[in-house]
């Protein structure tokens, strides 16, 4: 039989930001007071991102300024995760990236050379029809200054056996405005026209990432519960891990999504405001996988 977990078993919770914690600049409902809750009961919080347009920095700002207290080192993205991940086991290739610039930024903070801003490839080949010597490896991120300079240089490099790197396959981002295209939009084209897909995909649900943040909170992950808004990623890495986990409606999901998800959530939850209730009340939808 599997044991349900309590805040007495859970010690790590790790939260999704888009979507979850805050959409754009506005905070939503229950997230902040969750949070100071879980701090209170001595409990410890990492926060933990796809989204790879900035530094940790910058999102540990934003969470702060918005009512929840955070460090950089209580963020992780996917952005860093495979910055850090190539730096160790690819760090001598040339890499061309599909990304913004604070992605291109974290990659050279890692010691990676960022071919991108060659002179001579944009003067030369204005439509990115590259030298085949030229890139060893690509990397794909959320672009919103994604063109077909970028697209064509991309796909000549898959073409000529360059070796492919992601942050993260998520198909859309949640903003304000509504969703936009990601990473994993661009995965897709790229597996149309070329047959081809990464060979690591850092964010979620990769164990990459997860890695980086169980070594963070010094934690298990039978002692952690995973809490987001999308199933393909925030809920299968949980359950993959073992990990207790909680869906929130407050992003991409919908209730009925929800409630036909296989295998189903711990807690579905319309908001982080209801967490602490469900966990105390033990009010768990079905349990955990380990």
Known sequence: MHTQPSLATLDGFIFDLDGTVYLGDHLLPGAAQTIADLRARGKRVLFVSNKPVDARRTYADKLTRLGIPATEDDVITSAFVLAHTLAHHAPGLRYYVIGEANFLAELRSHGLTVVNDRAEWLEQNPLGVIQPDGIDAVVVALDRTL????????????????????????????????????????????????????????????????????????????????????????????????????????????????????????????????????????????????
């Not at 077909?148 to 490099?157: D, E, H, I, P, W």
């Not at 198909?171 to 939009?185: L, W």
């Not at 990432?209 to 298990?220: C, D, F, K, S």
Request: aromatic share 4%; net charge neutral; glycine share 10%.
């Open 147 to 290: 063109d077909y300079r970028k697209l064509n240089t991309v796909y000549q490099a898959l073409r000529r056996g360059a070796r492919y790197f992601a942050t993260n396959a998520d198909k859309s981002c949640p903003m304000p405005g509504g969703d936009v295209p990601d990473a994993g939009a661009t995965i897709a084209a790229y597996a149309h026209i070329t047959g081809r897909t990464p060979e690591l995909i850092a964010g979620k649900p990769s164990p990459l990432i997860l890695q980086v943040a169980l070594e963070r909170l010094g934690l298990p992950a039978a002692r952690c519960l995973m809490a987001g808004d999308r199933l393909e990623t925030d809920m299968q890495m949980g359950h993959d891990a073992g990990m207790a986990t909680a869906l929130v409606l407050t992003g991409v999901t919908t209730r009925a999504e929800a409630a036909a998800a296989r295998p189903a959530p711990s807690l579905i939850l319309e908001n982080l405001g209801e967490l602490m209730g469900q966990i105390d009340s033990g009010q768990w939808r079905c349990a955990p996988t380990s």
